[in-house]
């Protein structure tokens, strides 16, 4: 039996990682693993809401269709998968959400890591806040106990940006004003008024903040690669969604938008060593996935009841008309009814009020020129993708997903 490490991280944008593509990012820790591992390009969130998203990390359901599960008992767990396999699973966090859910869910023991709101940037990167929930999980692993899960999960950028004054530095240019002194997460709108220098100097501190969380989990390696088993863990890293930084008017979480930067995931995993490593596969998939593909990394059998696949079972590189039908789009429907529908080549988000934004991709990677009064045949076709897509969610049968047809999957125009 293999043992499994899992570091969930909220608020990461992908543009804040190298691994990712960014040259501005420090991330040695997360690269690292990404070079080691099997990085997913397109992997997306199923919902907007936090605990809708642990939901389907923890149930492998769509968030779609998650909610409704809730008061079924029969609901297939991760949690009980895991104890039923004869694992000892540990889930440390700093959420309460997630510390109340996963007892919901079967998890058989949960460390709540209580943590204060900062008032102030911190004296070292060791003092941060995010890092308290990484110093537990170092203390689990110092107990060498055998068939282990560790789950760490923190708000992360979503609870406090308090990466010290001399790390905000090292992310600004000769020129650059220096960045935010404040701890706290940002939450504003872009207006006329506001000065650039004060978006760029939040995006600084936001690359900061994740260098910091970079610098837990190299401690969690260190502590890992102490161990006698070293060679025998599984890792998979995952951030549900990443923190908006002007991209579309918005600095910080506010009302939710169905952009890029917010729907897109960093997933990482670290399978069996004798696996193939540096991959990146561009298949589109969301948060469901992650933990039949946690399950197979583990050699656990898969359950047939679930939404999600295991993402290490996907076939020989080729082009996105070649994809299976499973992993060919990937749909939100929000709270507010808002609708996002992603093609290999297409991104269109409905509002509630009917009205639509299209982009090209993945030629418009931050989701800037919306082409939907050029295209509405495009809407027209992604909104009837939507409704089968949802179909299938709600009647738990992914394998009848429809293919699509190529100029919704061509990337060549």
Request: hydrophobic share 45%; proline share 6%; with cysteine.
């Amino acid at each position: 039996m293999r043992n499994g490490i899992v570091i969930s991280i909220e608020g990461v944008n992908t543009g804040l990682v190298g691994a990712y593509g960014t040259n501005t990012a420090i991330t040695p820790a997360l690269d690292r693993l990404a070079a080691h591992g099997l990085v997913f390009d397109q992997c997306f969130v199923d919902s907007l809401d936090a605990r809708g998203q642990l939901h389907s990390l923890w149930t492998g359901q769509h968030a779609m269709r998650g909610a409704a599960m809730d008061e079924r008992v029969d609901t297939w767990t991760l949690w009980g998968q895991l104890v039923a396999s004869g694992y000892e699973v540990c889930l440390i966090t700093d959420c309460p959400v997630a510390a109340k859910l996963a007892e919901q869910l079967g998890c058989s023991r949960v460390t709540f890591v209580e943590v204060d709101t900062p008032t102030e940037a911190a004296e070292n990167w060791t003092e941060c806040a995010v890092m308290r929930v990484f110093v537990a999980a170092v203390e689990e692993l110092a107990e060498e106990l055998a068939n282990q899960l560790i789950w760490i999960h923190s708000r992360g950028l979503k609870h406090a940006w308090d990466v010290p004054l001399e790390m905000r530095a090292n992310f600004i240019d000769p020129e650059d004003p220096d960045p935010p002194s404040e701890a706290s997460v940002p939450n504003f709108f872009v207006s006329e008024d506001t000065d650039p220098d004060e978006i760029i100097g939040w995006a600084q501190v936001a690359a900061a903040q994740v260098a910091v969380i970079d610098q837990g989990i190299d401690v969690l390696i260190s502590a890992v690669e102490a161990r006698e088993d070293a060679d025998n863990w599984i890792w998979l890293v995952v951030s549900p969604g990443g923190v908006p930084l002007g991209e579309h008017g918005r600095v910080g979480w506010g009302s939710p938008q169905l952009y890029a930067e917010e729907v897109s995931c960093l997933a990482i995993v670290k399978a069996n060593p004798l696996q193939p490593i540096g991959i990146r596969r561009a298949e589109l998939c969301q948060l469901p996935d992650l933990p039949l593909t946690l399950l197979d990394a583990l050699e656990i059998q898969l359950p047939e009841t679930t939404w999600g696949r295991s993402l290490l079972r996907l076939g020989p590189f080729s082009a996105p008309t070649q994809w299976p039908a499973t992993f060919q789009s990937a749909c939100i429907l929000s709270s507010a009814s808002a609708l996002w529908i992603r093609t290999p080549a297409w991104s269109v988000s409905i509002s509630a009020d009917q009205r639509s934004q299209l982009f090209v991709k993945p030629d418009d990677r931050w989701e800037i020129s919306d082409v939907s009064t050029r295209r509405q045949d495009v809407v027209e076709r992604l909104t009837h993708v939507a409704s089968e897509f949802q179909k299938c969610v709600f009647e738990n049968t992914r394998e009848q997903l429809p293919t699509l047809e190529d100029e919704l999957c061509n990337l060549l125009r």
